[in-house]
């Protein structure tokens, strides 16, 4: 298989773990998030949801896992069949096989536990795992196959030093302190997935509050890696100033559906574009990663001009 199409189905199988992050968030801003009481069934003796609305949005979710697993059994074979293949593509492609599977065990028990926060926490956060995981993949597998920049440098630009990848990761560890502040938010809100879900202890105006600090931290810290990558790639900047965009549009949509009783339609649209930050962000941070491991998959010339283009 070329690269190339390789690239393609890690695309399809990221693109589709963001979407089922939306499509759950959509059965849990609808209390619908008991609208299947059982699993693997939807009731204790039918397996296709009764024509009732929360029933029905439940159960659209858990179909969509299908097109999920299909993504991600094609992103597999896309990373085995791959000529020249790489292990470091299938073992990131085998961890999304374990942890859609882990999902699917963490569904059940958010289902059987009636919505307990501490498993709709979990459930979340073990899909930003799987967007890190995708995200890395679909990054290393394009630069591999020569999608995504990997050689323009503005005019007297040089790599990335020490403080620049530190600032990075810095970067994606607050990002990922950012995502478990967000659910704690939400543990603790009306949004919990149905009227009669246990809610986390907590004020939602004090945790909504220490939420919106560290979001302001990291829109700083991400306009201040963003300058000091001036220097550096010009796709690697680009990238730090879409993240800073994303972060300021979503602590727009943050404050307006806080002032306006937390209204779902706000607050999906917020889920989607944390997951399109989060994706961002670790692209960003694994950048370098991506296109090292893409300059040491090229050969080496051999003897000249006419070699130069050789493969093994």
């Excluded at 009636?114 to 394009?142: C, I, K, Q």
């Excluded at 961002?280 to 893409?294: D, L, M, Q, T």
Aim: aromatic content about 6%.
């Amino acid at each position: 298989m070329a690269p190339i199409t390789c690239a393609r189905l890690t695309r399809f199988a990221l693109w589709a773990l963001a979407v089922i992050v939306v499509t759950g968030a959509a059965v849990r801003l609808t209390g619908s998030g008991l609208g299947c009481e059982d699993w693997p069934t939807c009731s204790e003796d039918r397996f296709i949801a009764d024509l009732e609305y929360h029933a029905l949005v439940e159960f659209v979710n858990r179909l969509f896992t299908g097109v999920v697993a299909i993504a991600v059994i094609a992103a597999v074979l896309g990373s085995v069949l791959r000529r020249p293949r790489r292990s470091d593509l299938t073992a990131l492609s085998l961890g999304l096989v374990a942890g859609v599977l882990a999902q699917v065990a963490l569904g059940a028990l958010l289902v059987l536990s009636e919505l307990d926060p501490r498993f709709t926490m979990g459930h979340f956060l073990l899909s930003m795992v799987l967007l890190w995981n995708a995200a890395v993949l679909d990054a290393r597998a394009r630069a591999g196959a020569g999608i995504e920049d990997t050689t323009s440098r503005p005019e007297n630009a040089r790599r990335p030093g020490s403080a620049g990848r530190f600032m990075r990761w810095t970067v994606l560890a607050v990002g990922a302190v950012l995502l478990v502040s967000g659910t704690l938010v939400t543990g603790a809100g009306p949004h919990a997935g149905d009227s009669r879900a246990e809610r986390l202890p907590l004020l939602v105006r004090e945790v909504a509050r220490i939420h919106s600090i560290i979001a302001l931290i990291l829109l700083g810290m991400v306009v201040w890696t963003w300058w000091r990558l001036r220097t550096v790639r010009s796709t690697d900047r680009a990238r730090m100033g879409r993240v800073a965009v994303l972060l300021a549009v979503q602590g727009a949509v943050g404050y307006t559906q806080y002032f306006a009783g937390v209204p779902a339609l706000l607050v999906g649209i917020h889920v989607a574009l944390a997951s399109v930050t989060w994706i961002e962000i670790v692209k960003a941070a694994h950048a370098p990663g991506a296109r090292a491991a893409a300059e040491a998959e090229r050969p080496e010339p051999v003897g000249g001009a006419a070699m130069a283009g050789a493969r093994p």
